[in-house]
């Protein structure tokens, strides 16, 4: 047999120009054509003992259905993703593939993966043009109930998983529209929210029940839903958002991350005067943080308006914990990398709005507990930036409200649920959680792995009653 020819870069992903882009909000990439899938998954090299599946959270059969696309049979393609993934068109925009399946690839040992990501978007796409697949037949119900938390990805993957086992389901959201940080966090130009909506309908044409404008902990209390359900997940976010404690975080002009990318997203302040949603339109704004998020609110700046965009990290470019992908990104389109730079002081103009952020110069000190070389700061380097509009996105923990309103649901650092990793079991009886609850901030595929960890071990309960 011949041997494969290796083809050793990824077939490129067309996307819109960066001066086009910042001027608008639609997504950056176009996606593969048929033709661009093909011979992307081709690249694949059948691999008779796959690494990738067990670099994908929620262990999806990656070479089945890269064959699969490679043969053009885009349906069983899509079938068998779903079987593992609900979910697919959203994680093949904004997992990070590099450090996951992509980088168990084969491949990478010479040459650049097989783009993993990218083919899972494909196929998901390709479905919504065909139409939606026929709902996979479900077993009888079992009588069951289940309460989840949230509908982030964490609580869609146990809902659909639950459902798919014949157990009644029924999601209770916080806000108006399902989602979680899908909807509310990532920017329609990376995710755009019609993807989102068409995932959320497919777990609830599983059967699912979804309750919005309900807030667990106000609304009612874990302790109430236990009396109605057999079981609770808890997949409620991380929705508290960290500030740096320096002098002048009150000013005028001074955001979360949370509430900048809550009020542009959300509330669609980018399609003013459509939605009259309130946001500062600075000229110059600066963004600090170096993960995704902050690429998120430092590229929103810049299609809200801002001449001048401004990323404020700490460290280096390659401790940067974002995507490699969305620094790409942020780069062409003109956001501005200021490193090694700890905010000490934001100042205002004496009117009570932000006029500039006061920094001290670092240097990379010895690896900390992350990893990651510690920002060492140099004694009088202060140097001023000026500014309009800050946004502080360092990062964000689990609102206080269920733990407040739970006494006996045990938390640790940060406020996170505390939970067995093999089960996601709480300290309290029928309660189960995962996600950034449980994590503190994570990423969209992490929180899908620990929803599937406890959708096993919910059935496992509901069968046995055994705790």
């Not at 993993?116 to 996979?136: C, N, T």
């Not at 490193?339 to 934001?346: D, G, H, K, N, R």
């Not at 103009?349 to 920094?359: F, K, R, S, W, Y």
Request: charged residues 20%; contains cysteine.
């Amino acid at each position: 047999m011949a041997k494969k020819q290796i083809i050793p870069h990824k077939t490129p992903m067309p996307e819109q120009p960066p001066e086009q882009r910042i001027h608008n909000y639609n997504e950056v990439p176009y996606g593969y054509t048929a033709k661009q899938a093909m011979a992307e998954a081709r690249r694949c090299l059948e691999c008779a003992k796959p690494k990738c599946i067990a670099g994908c959270p929620v262990g999806i059969n990656i070479p089945g259905f890269l064959k699969l696309v490679a043969e053009g049979d885009f349906r069983g393609a899509v079938n068998l993703i779903k079987e593992t993934n609900a979910l697919p068109a959203i994680t093949g925009r904004v997992c990070p593939q590099e450090s996951q399946c992509e980088e168990a690839c084969i491949l990478c040992k010479k040459f650049e993966p097989v783009a993993i990501g990218r083919l899972e978007r494909f196929v998901a796409d390709w479905e919504a043009e065909q139409g939606p697949l026929p709902v996979p037949a479900l077993p009888p119900p079992t009588g069951k109930k289940v309460a989840v938390v949230g509908s982030g990805p964490a609580g869609l993957t146990v809902a659909a998983d639950l459902a798919r086992l014949g157990h009644h389901v029924t999601i209770f959201e916080a806000l108006h529209e399902a989602g979680g940080v899908l909807v509310y966090g990532i920017p329609e130009f990376r995710l755009p929210k019609a993807i989102v909506r068409r995932e959320v309908d497919y777990v609830c044409s599983l059967g699912v029940k979804l309750v919005k404008d309900f807030v667990v902990g106000a609304s009612a209390t874990v302790d109430e839903l236990l009396a109605e359900f057999d079981a609770v997940f808890l997949g409620s976010g991380a929705g508290l958002p960290w500030f740096l404690n320096i002098p002048g975080e009150n000013l005028s002009g001074v955001y979360s991350a949370n509430e900048y990318l809550t009020r542009a997203n959300l509330m669609k302040a980018y399609r003013f005067p459509e939605y009259d949603t309130p946001i500062a339109r600075g000229r110059r704004v600066i963004t600090i943080g170096g993960g995704n998020v902050a690429m998120d609110a430092s590229r929103t700046a810049l299609r809200l308006g801002a001449g001048e965009s401004v990323l404020v990290y700490r460290r280096s470019r390659q401790e940067m914990p974002a995507r490699i992908e969305e620094i790409h990104h942020a780069e062409e389109e003109g956001v501005q990398f200021k490193l090694l730079a700890s905010p000490v002081a934001i100042h205002g103009n004496g009117q009570g709005q932000v006029e500039a952020l006061e920094c001290l110069q670092n240097e990379l000190g010895e690896p900390d507990a992350s990893g990651r070389r510690r920002p060492v700061p140099v004694q009088g380097s202060n140097f001023y930036l000026p500014a309009d509009v800050v946004i502080i996105a360092i990062g964000q923990s689990p609102s206080p409200l269920i733990p407040k309103s739970t006494p006996d649901l045990e938390t640790g650092k940060g406020g996170v649920v505390t939970v067995a990793a093999e089960t996601m079991k709480t300290s309290k009886k029928g309660v189960f959680a995962g996600g950034d609850v449980a994590t503190g901030g994570a990423t969209v595929i992490l929180a899908m792995g620990q929803g599937k960890i406890a959708a096993r071990a919910i059935n496992q309960y509901l069968k046995t009653g055994e705790w």
